[in-house]
């Protein structure tokens, strides 16, 4: 498949298809829970939803441990997208990934706190602690970002640009990475894709596990029949959903499926992908 001359210098040559691996890590405040849970039915508005915060829990106390080996098994990198307040209350996970060489971007203070529905201040408030938090216990800051959500401020791009940031993934409107324009300066936009996630699939609309699998089979397998340029496509999974065995299961069945389509795609990461582009201004 042809791949177009546009593309920055370290793209993989006949390479038209970037493939990064994340993985999300997330948490919830004390006076909160996931809005969607394994039960279903949603609570009465105003009651603490306890089976979800538990359900929550199982990320960081157990998921992210069993992806972390999971990744060290398949010798790969991915971003993890961290909440501040879990990297408060797991200094000791977030050391294990930084010292397994993986990325660790910061996914906001926590999942109930949206940057769209903040003040300015707001917003700056928990950016700051989110990265000293990180900091802490990864012992470097983060340089990428994705809201929870992914759904950003109007103030989001220019406030990460002011604090260092080199990209984030609140991006849906292109299949490459390109330069965002902000009062702050540039920052990389890295396009976020939701085919293969387990939340939309699995927690929302209720498939089978292997729908991830088999979902992102057909479009490596009819990637070439699209005749369009080069492109890029996420395998997410969430540390208290994919992180369970039903679903680590498909995260490995995944990996070797990626890897199958080495013809024309190549595993990278978020990170990699947003210095590739960052490179052409």
Request: with cysteine; aromatic share 10%.
């Given at each position: ?31 909160s829970?996931?809005?969607i ?30 992806l ?67 900091g ?6 983060p ?84 005749g ?54």
């Open positions: 498949m042809p791949v177009p001359a546009t593309l920055p210098a370290g793209w993989p040559a006949e390479k038209s298809l970037a493939i990064s691996v994340s993985v999300m890590l997330e948490g919830w405040t004390d006076d829970a996931p809005g849970g394994p039960m279903g039915n949603p609570l009465k508005a105003g009651v603490l939803d306890l089976q979800a915060r538990s359900w929550a829990e199982y990320g960081p106390k157990v998921g992210a441990w069993r972390l080996d999971i990744l060290d098994r398949t010798g790969l990198r991915a971003v993890f997208y961290v909440s501040g307040l879990l990297a408060r209350r797991y200094p000791d996970l977030l050391a294990a990934i930084a010292n397994a060489g993986h990325i660790v971007g910061a996914h906001g203070w926590a999942q109930d706190i949206i940057p769209a529905c903040q003040t300015a201040e707001q917003e700056r408030r928990d950016l700051v602690r989110c990265v000293d938090a990180i802490q216990g990864a012992g470097h800051r340089y990428g970002w994705l809201s929870p959500r992914c759904t950003p401020s109007r103030c989001t791009p220019a406030l990460l640009a002011n604090a260092g940031f080199e990209w984030h993934a609140d991006f849906f409107d292109s299949d490459l990475p390109y330069r965002h324009q902000t009062p702050a300066g540039p920052i990389t936009a890295v396009p976020f894709t939701i085919e293969v996630n387990d939340m939309p699939l699995y927690v929302r609309y209720g498939n089978e596990p292997h729908a991830f699998t088999r979902i992102l089979e057909r479009i490596l397998s009819n990637w070439p029949r699209l369009l340029p080069a492109g890029c496509l996420d395998i997410t999974v969430h540390a208290h959903i994919f992180g369970r065995p039903f679903g680590a299961i498909e995260f490995i069945e995944s990996l070797d499926v990626a890897r199958r389509y080495a013809d024309w795609a190549w595993l990278t990461d978020h990170q990699a992908l947003a210095r590739l582009f960052a490179v052409r201004d």
